[in-house]
């Protein structure tokens, strides 16, 4: 199977706009997750979406936002671009489990989000 | 706050040695999964090994195992025979049952395999 994808790798962008990520997850897995990795906060959950829906979220101002499609497929937005935005934006998708928990998760190569 | 300490910012281990990294998580839940993932310089996070909290059988992948000390809340890696390739950032994680915070991190611990 093919792993799980990101779109763009890389991204310039400044401070004030918007930026749209994409993710697509690995063939069959319901649930996708987003991270934001910084050399000093470290790795941080986002949101996971399930079908379509937002199941969980983590504690992000709500300039972050994201949304899921019928192919699971998921997009990521940042609105008001701000320079402490500059991370790796991690995706992972997840296979449905039992009880309905996202826990065994794949990653994507990520998106390097620059804000200048 | 539920966190993830990894004690060893770094660690350096000569080629074909054992090296252990440690975890320890504080969680007050009873149902969760822990997880050991590898970030090589590509910066892509890799799976290790997973251990579920309910099974006392501590988990072997390969070259990879875990020592789980549930009431100490601990989570070391084993890896044994190392090898050049192993040389990346190790992050300890876990997730509830309830998947409300989605993985934990820890800070990673950096590991260099010596020739």
């Known amino acids: 199977k093919a792993g799980v994808t990101q779109t763009p790798r890389y991204l310039i962008k400044t401070r004030g706009q918007q930026v749209t990520l994409s993710c697509s997850p690995i063939?069959?897995?319901?649930?996708v997750s987003w991270y934001q990795q910084t050399p000093g906060q470290g790795l941080q959950f986002l949101f996971e979406?399930?079908?379509?829906?937002?199941?969980n979220k983590g504690n992000f101002p709500g300039r972050f936002s994201g949304r899921q499609f019928s192919n699971s497929r998921s997009e990521m937005n940042v609105s008001t671009l701000e320079l402490g935005d500059s991370a790796l934006y991690l995706c992972?998708?997840?296979?449905?489990?039992?009880?309905?928990?996202?826990?065994?998760?794949?990653f994507g190569p990520g998106t390097r989000l620059t804000v200048t | 706050a539920q966190t993830v300490t990894q004690s060893q910012p770094e660690m350096s281990v000569q080629e074909a040695e054992t090296v252990t990294l440690s975890c320890t998580y504080d969680t007050s839940e009873s149902d969760y999964y822990l997880f050991w993932y590898k970030q090589p310089p590509s910066r892509q996070m890799i799976l290790v090994i997973r251990?579920?909290?309910?099974?006392?059988q501590n988990a072997t992948e390969n070259r990879f195992s875990v020592n789980f000390q549930k009431a100490a809340k601990s989570f070391s890696l084993k890896i044994s025979d190392s090898q050049l390739g192993d040389a990346a950032m190790y992050f300890c994680?876990?997730?509830?049952?309830?998947?409300?915070?989605?993985?934990?991190f820890g800070k990673g611990t950096h590991l260099i395999i010596q020739p």
């Open positions: 994680a876990y997730i509830t049952g309830g998947g409300a915070d989605g993985l934990t």
């Open positions: 992972a998708s997840s296979p449905w489990a039992s009880g309905g928990v996202a826990y065994e998760q794949y």
């Open positions: 979406y399930f079908s379509e829906t937002q199941r």
């Open positions: 251990q579920e909290a309910y099974k006392q």
């Open positions: 063939s069959g897995h319901r649930s």
